[in-house]
């Protein structure tokens, strides 16, 4: 029993199969992409499962070399980056005060973002394109897409910053109010740098949660304003034929988010661990 522990660590082998199999199949059709944007139409109608013979570039340097791909991934790169500064800066600002002040309703009001977690957007589909297009005559800009998405991303972002704004020590605050720091002050000096962890973990959510949105810009962009997952739709109708091109484009618009999820997963899970402690 002690070696089949050590050998295991705390799960037996059945959870390592059922963790291989759950890699297996979420890597699968990334991988099978990636690979299969080095081959040709002929070899993959020949061989659906096999490798490039030879490996070929021109799928990648033809979506590279593709004025529409660039001006794809530059809208969703501002849209990605405007959601999540406001996501980020709004979260914050409105954790602080939940987590440090006193006030009646508090609980009440921060249940409110908890809500916020159920409510999905396609339910607020129809009054968000009125209220985008009609009112805020922002339809078919960075924005109009931006603050939408930024507003879904605020409850998860609460809800993670709270417990670390909780957790700083109230001696450290009350010092630095002794010795005339404001609440601003301590906010921006203090709260802000300590609770790092968390505002990289909401950072990296928010950024990939954008660049990966679908249902919104579908309904709110149009023309030469379309991001990424809609160029990779129009690009898909327009080249049904070419599969292997289809591949290539889908695997090179989901490098970016992918490169900054797994450059940035240690302090995700590192800022998620810290919510849970708190």
């Given at each position: ?40 139409n002929e070899q993959l109608a020949r061989d659906p499962a096999g490798l490039p013979d030879p490996w070929l570039l ?37 954790a602080y005060p939940l987590a440090r002040y006193q006030f009646r309703f508090r609980e009440p009001l921060f249940l409110v ?166």
């Open positions: 029993m002690a070696r089949r522990a050590t050998t295991y660590g705390r799960g037996g082998p059945l959870v390592y199969l059922v963790a291989l199999a759950v890699v297996a199949l979420t890597l699968g059709p990334v991988l099978y992409g990636a690979v299969g944007g080095f081959r040709s021109r799928n990648y340097g033809g979506v590279l070399g593709n004025p529409e791909f660039w001006r794809y991934a530059l809208n969703s790169t501002v849209v990605a980056l405007i959601t999540t500064v406001v996501a980020v800066l709004a979260g914050v600002m409105a973002f908890v809500l916020g977690l159920l409510f999905p957007a396609a339910v607020a589909i129809v009054p968000l394109f009125i209220l985008v297009t009609r009112d805020l005559q922002l339809g078919n800009t960075w924005w109009g897409i931006a603050l939408p998405q930024a507003a879904f991303a605020l409850p998860t972002t609460v809800v993670i910053l709270r417990p670390f704004l909780m957790a700083l020590p109230k001696e450290v605050e009350e010092a630095a109010m002794i010795d005339g720091a404001s609440r601003i002050g301590i906010f921006w000096r203090m709260a802000l740098p300590l609770s790092m962890p968390g505002l990289v973990t909401v950072g990296v959510l928010a950024f990939v949660a954008s660049w990966n949105a679908y249902l919104l810009p579908l309904l709110l962009l149009q023309g030469d304003m379309r991001t990424l997952p809609l160029g990779v739709a129009d690009y898909s109708t327009e080249h049904s034929a070419d599969t292997a091109g289809v591949l290539a484009f889908t695997t090179i618009a989901m490098i970016p988010a992918l490169v900054l999820f797994l450059a940035m997963q240690r302090r995700i899970v590192g800022g998620l661990q810290g919510a849970v402690k708190g």
